[in-house]
C-alpha cells in the first residue's frame, strides 16, 4: 500500500503497514541513485569476499539465508525487492538515515521491521565503518533473521527492548555516537572534528554511572545480534551481524588473542566499545539459549518488577513512560515525584501532559487534553482497613463512604489524605474499581497540598500497588511525539570534480563487467588514467583485473604490476591480497 513519508511515497507491505505512525517519521527514501560505481563495487568486493570466507567460519543459517532474503553479492539491495522477499518469512525493511534512538530501533524491531541505513560504507572504511551502513544491516542482519528460532528472539528482543528505560547519559552517548560515526564516515570531515567527537564519546563511555535497563538491553543486543558466536568455545560460528560484515573482524574473532566466554546475563554488563574490535566474545550453544537468558534479563525490568524502584527509574529517565497499578489501569507521561513510606510508594506525580488506559488502550475522557499539566494519585490500601479498594464488593464501599454523590474522606496508609464528593466512578470488564473522580477535592500528604479545590476536577486512579514500570505509553494513539529525531543529521557527501571523474572510470568498468563485452582499448584507457590520475587506487584495478585476467595477457600483466606496487602499502596489502586470491578461484 503506498503511503506519504516527507513528501515521498512509500510502498508498505503487509508487515510495514503495521507500524506505528510515531515511528513513520525515521523512515527515509532509501536514495539509490546517489550510490556510486564506487559504492557499488565496494559493495561487490565485501559481499564476495564475506559470501567466500563465511561459507566456513559462519552458521549455517548465513548461506540458507541469503538466498532466502534474496541478498544479491553483485549490487546494492533496493528496498522494495528485499521487502517482496522478506514478507515470507513474516519481516520486512526500511531505510532509516544513520542511528536512531535505541527505544525507536528495538521497537521496529517488536513489529519484525528491520531498520537498515540507506548509506555505504566508503572505500576507506571498506574492513569496518562505525557507522551503520547498508552492508552491516542488509548482508549481516537480514540472513539470519530466515532462521526461525532466531528471528523470535530478535522479536522478542525488540518488544522486551523498546520498554527498556533509558537514562539522560543514554541519550547523551546516543547523540556522541551518532555524532562521531557520521563525522568518521564523511571523507569532507576534518581531522580536528573526528578528534573532538572520538574524545566526547571517550569521556563519556567512562562516566556512565550506573546501567540503565536500556544499556543493560543494548549490551545484551550488541553481543548477540551484533557480536555473536554459536556453538562450542573451541570451535564457534559466527551469526553476529557485525562480524558478518565486516572482513576485518570476521576473519580475526576466532583467533585466540579474542577471549571466548559463555554466554549468560552476566552479558549485560559488559560495555562495548564500537569504535574499536572486540576483545572479547560471547558464544551461545544454541539459538534457543537467546530466548532463555532475555527471559532471565526481561525479570529483572522495572516492566516485571514495578515498584518504588521501577517508578524512580522512570522520573531519573526524564522521558514519557507508564506505570500499571494493580487493577490494570495505566497512566502514562513523564514522571517527576514519588512519596514513599517504609521503602513502598504511596503517591506519585507527572508534569507533563498524561492518558489513562487499560490495556493499552485509552480511556475514553481521559487523553492527555484530560490531563495536560500532569496527573497524581495514591497509592496503596486505607489506613487501618485490610481489605484494598479494588477489591471491596459494592456493600464495602458504600460502608467506608466511597458511594456517587457523597462528600467523603479517605485516609491512605502512609499520610495521604483525599477529602471530596464524588462524582463517579470507572470499573473494568471485571467489575473492579479503577478510577474514581471528586469534585471540591483536596489531596494532602500532612500539611503538604497535593491537589487544592480550585483546580478543578481532581481524578483519583485505584491500585494497592505498582506492578509495572516502563517506557514509553501504554497507548501510542494517546500522544503526537513520543520519540525525537536527532538534529545531528547524515551529511551528503559532496565529491570534487576529480573523484567525479573516478566514479566514472568505475562505470565504465562495472558496464564492461554487466554487458559481458570487453572493450580492451577502453579499458586500457581506464588503466592508464587510474594509474596517472589516482595511484593510490586499488579496487577499480582489481575490477580491471578480473575483467582481463586470461584474455589481455599485456593489459593483465600491467595491472598486477600496479596492484603488486600498491600491495607494498601496509594499508592495501591484505585487501589487495584477498581480492586477488578471489580473482584466481575464481
Not at 494513539?477 to 573523484?499: L, M, P, R, V
Amino acid at each position: 500500500m503506498p503511503t506519504a513519508i516527507h513528501g515521498h511515497t512509500m510502498q508498505f507491505n503487509s508487515v510495514t503497514e503495521k507500524l506505528p505512525k510515531h515511528l513513520h517519521k525515521f523512515i527515509v527514501q532509501q536514495p539509490y541513485k546517489d550510490y556510486t560505481a564506487q559504492n557499488q563495487a565496494v559493495w561487490r568486493y565485501v559481499m564476495r569476499l564475506n559470501i567466500h570466507v563465511l561459507k566456513q567460519i559462519a552458521h549455517k543459517s548465513y548461506s540458507n539465508g541469503l538466498k532466502k532474503t534474496g541478498i544479491d553479492e553483485e549490487t546494492i539491495p533496493k528496498m522494495e525487492g528485499m521487502n517482496r522477499i522478506l514478507k515470507d518469512i513474516g519481516w520486512a525493511a526500511v531505510a532509516v538515515d544513520g542511528f536512531i534512538p535505541p527505544n525507536a530501533f528495538m521497537e521496529f524491531q517488536a513489529y519484525n521491521v528491520l531498520v537498515i541505513s540507506s548509506d555505504i560504507r566508503t572505500i576507506d572504511h571498506i574492513n569496518y565503518t562505525p557507522a551503520p551502513d547498508i552492508i552491516h544491516e542488509a548482508a549481516g542482519h537480514a540472513p539470519i533473521i530466515a532462521n526461525p528460532e532466531y528471528s523470535e528472539y530478535l522479536r522478542r528482543l525488540g518488544e522486551i527492548g523498546c520498554k527498556a528505560i533509558s537514562s539522560p547519559k543514554d541519550d547523551e552517548m546516543y547523540e556522541a555516537i551518532r555524532l562521531l560515526s557520521i563525522l568518521k564516515e564523511n571523507p569532507n570531515s576534518t581531522k580536528t572534528e573526528i578528534l573532538e567527537a572520538t574524545k566526547a564519546v571517550n569521556t563519556l563511555q567512562e562516566n556512565m554511572g550506573e546501567l540503565s535497563e536500556m544499556a543493560k538491553i543494548r549490551n545484551l543486543h550488541w553481543w548477540t545480534v551484533e557480536y555473536g558466536l554459536i556453538g562450542t568455545l573451541e570451535n564457534p560460528k559466527l551469526y553476529g551481524a557485525g562480524l558478518l560484515s565486516s572482513i576485518e573482524e570476521s576473519q580475526l574473532c576466532l583467533k585466540k588473542e579474542v577471549k571466548k566466554i559463555p554466554y549468560s546475563i552476566e552479558a549485560a554488563e559488559v560495555n562495548f566499545d564500537i569504535t574499536n574490535t572486540q576483545p572479547q566474545l560471547f558464544v551461545i550453544p544454541n539459538f534457543a539459549s537467546l530466548s532463555f537468558v532475555l527471559e532471565k534479563f526481561a525479570n529483572t525490568m522495572a516492566i516485571r518488577t514495578g515498584g518504588l524502584k521501577g517508578l524512580k527509574k522512570l522520573i531519573v529517565s526524564k522521558k514519557l513512560g507508564t506505570i500499571e497499578l494493580s487493577t490494570g489501569i495505566q497512566v502514562s507521561g513523564i514522571f517527576n515525584n514519588v512519596l514513599d513510606a517504609n521503602n513502598t510508594p504511596i503517591y506519585f506525580q507527572t508534569n507533563s501532559p498524561t492518558a489513562l488506559s487499560v490495556n493499552g488502550t485509552e480511556l475514553i475522557g481521559h487523553g492527555t487534553e484530560q490531563h495536560p499539566s500532569g496527573f497524581g494519585s495514591p497509592v496503596g490500601k486505607l489506613e487501618g482497613i485490610n481489605i484494598a479498594i479494588e477489591d471491596m464488593s459494592p456493600k464495602d464501599l458504600e460502608v467506608y463512604g466511597i458511594v456517587e454523590g457523597k462528600t467523603t474522606r479517605l485516609n491512605f496508609e502512609g499520610g495521604v489524605t483525599v477529602e471530596g464528593k464524588i462524582i463517579t466512578g470507572k470499573r473494568d470488564l471485571q467489575g473492579k474499581i479503577i478510577l474514581i473522580t471528586f469534585k471540591n477535592c483536596r489531596v494532602t500528604h500532612f500539611e503538604t497540598v497535593l491537589f487544592d479545590p480550585s483546580w478543578g476536577v481532581y481524578d483519583m486512579a485505584i491500585g494497592n500497588h505498582i506492578c509495572s514500570a516502563f517506557a514509553g505509553p501504554a497507548d501510542s494513539n494517546s500522544f503526537e511525539d513520543i520519540y525525537t529525531i536527532s538534529e545531528t543529521k547524515t551529511a551528503k557527501i559532496i565529491y570534487s570534480d576529480k573523484e567525479q571523474q573516478l566514479h566514472q572510470l568505475y562505470e565504465t568498468v562495472k558496464n564492461h563487467r554487466i554487458q559481458k563485452i570487453v572493450d580492451f582499448n577502453s579499458l586500457t584507457s581506464v588503466f592508464k588514467e587510474v594509474k596517472s590520475n589516482y595511484p593510490s587506487e586499488w579496487l577499480i584495478l582489481l575490477e580491471l583485473y578480473e575483467l582481463v585476467y586470461d584474455k589481455d595477457l599485456s593489459l593483465m600483466d600491467a595491472v598486477y604490476e600496479q596492484l603488486l606496487t600498491l600491495k607494498k602499502n601496509k594499508h592495501f596489502t591484505k585487501l589487495i591480497t584477498d581480492g586477488l586470491d578471489l580473482i584466481i578461484k575464481k
